[in-house]
Structures are given as structure tokens and as C-alpha cells.
T-cell receptor, first 114, second 111 residues
Framework: SQTIHQWPATLVQPVGSPLSLECTVE??????LYWYRQAAGRGLQLLFY??????ISSEVPQNLSASRPQDRQFILSSKKLLLSDSGFYLC?????????????FGAGSRLTVL | AQSVTQPDIHITVSEGASLELRCNYS??????LFWYVQSPGQGLQLLLK??????LVQGIKGFEAEFKRSQSSFNLRKPSVHWSDAAEYFC?????????FGTGTRLQVTL
């Protein structure tokens, strides 16, 4: 069966420090991978998605970047964190490229920038 | 842009009462619609989905949703709410490779 792992679960970082959140999927190949951010009262905002290695689509201009160095690995990064980067970050995967595909989510990473 | 609207930010119901959470989507040819649930500090779990066919879909945990094209709605229902249903509920629409989510409805259940 497929599983998705996301870490770290909790992170407290000072403003201006770098960030790296990692997500891996097991039990499937060539998944679509996603990073969402959830801020209080704002629902889920799609940040990046990837349909293959090295293919990254950015949905929102921001202080963050994403990379997919391996088929089942998706990394969210920042060189210098801002206070506004605080939030709950969710990684997800799906098995194909249509709107009918179900997303399966990781447990999330809570980032607090101080 | 295609969007999803959940007009109720917060709903409180008594345990055993019925529940309806509203969801409206912007017009589109073939709506793929989903409901997810999120417990505090957790990821999202799929409750049910609608792609085509029967407009009343059944999901896990006793939830159901009805797709109404004329009203551009996909409301989530449960006949009798349990205290463990307290969570945040998200409606979503699938297009191409992505899901667009509503802002969520937080459900509180009183005993």
C-alpha cells in the first residue's frame, strides 16, 4: 500500500533562517506531488505541484521554492524565512493528471517563524 | 478562475442532530468534487467524491453529499452527528492536476 511521510512535524525558526521540509511517498511510482499551506481562516492554498522529476509548477509568488530530486521525494525550501511563512504545510500525492484524481495527504508540518 | 465557496466558517450542532455543510463551486463543464475532513493538527482525510453518475454519493463515517448542477452545490450531510465528528471540513474541486479547496467549515459538536 502507498504511504506518505512528511517531516519535521514541528519546526520553530527565526526570521531570516533557511527552511527545508521533506516529503516522500512509498508504494507508487511517478506520483503527482503537491505542497499546500494552511493559514488560519484561509483554507488550503496550493503552493507547488510536480508531475515528474524536475518539473515544478508554482501557483503563488512567494518566498518559497520546491524541488523534486527523486521520483518520490518533494522538498519545500526557503533561503530566508519571513514571519508570514508561518503556517501548517501539507504534502500530498495523487496517481495521475486529471481533476478526478484523489489526493492523499501527509500529516503536516507546523512551522512557526519568530 | 474556478473556485469553491464554503459560506459557513463555523457551525455548532448537538450530538444526535442532523448536519448539512454547504459548498458551492463556480461554473465548469465537468466538476470533480470532493469533501475532506481534518482533525486538529492532522492531515486531510477523504470523506467522499463525485465524478459523475448518481448525484447522491455515500462516503465514510456515515456522510453523504448531493451534487446539484442547477444550484452549483455539493452539500455534505449526516443524519445524526457524533461527538467524534468535530473537525474541520473542506470542499474541493478537481481541475487538471490540481485541487482547489474552499476555506473550510469548522464543526463543533455539543453534548
Amino acid at each position: 500500500s502507498q504511504t506518505i511521510h512528511q517531516w519535521p512535524a514541528t519546526l520553530v525558526q527565526p526570521v531570516g533562517s533557511p527552511l527545508s521540509l521533506e516529503c516522500t511517498v512509498e508504494g507508487t511510482s511517478n506520483p503527482n506531488l503537491y505542497w499546500y499551506r494552511q493559514a488560519a481562516g484561509r483554507g488550503l492554498q496550493l503552493l507547488f505541484y510536480s508531475v515528474g522529476i524536475g518539473q515544478i509548477s508554482s501557483e503563488v509568488p512567494q518566498n518559497l521554492s520546491a524541488s523534486r530530486p527523486q521520483d518520490r521525494q518533494f522538498i519545500l525550501s526557503s533561503k530566508k524565512l519571513l514571519l508570514s511563512d508561518s503556517g501548517f504545510y501539507l504534502c500530498a500525492w495523487s496517481s495521475g493528471g486529471s481533476g478526478a484524481n484523489v489526493l492523499t495527504f501527509g500529516a503536516g508540518s507546523r512551522l512557526t517563524v519568530l | 478562475a474556478q473556485s469553491v465557496t464554503q459560506p459557513d466558517i463555523h457551525i455548532t450542532v448537538s450530538e444526535g442532530a442532523s448536519l448539512e455543510l454547504r459548498c458551492n463551486y463556480s461554473y465548469g463543464a465537468t466538476p470533480y468534487l470532493f469533501w475532506y475532513v481534518q482533525s486538529p493538527g492532522q492531515g486531510l482525510q477523504l470523506l467522499l467524491k463525485y465524478f459523475s453518475g448518481d448525484t447522491l454519493v455515500q462516503g465514510i463515517k456515515g456522510f453523504e453529499a448531493e451534487f446539484k448542477r442547477s444550484q452549483s452545490s455539493f452539500n455534505l450531510r449526516k443524519p445524526s452527528v457524533h461527538w467524534s465528528d468535530a473537525a474541520e471540513y473542506f470542499c474541493a474541486r478537481g481541475t487538471a492536476s490540481k485541487l482547489t479547496f474552499g476555506t473550510g467549515t469548522r464543526l463543533q459538536v455539543t453534548l
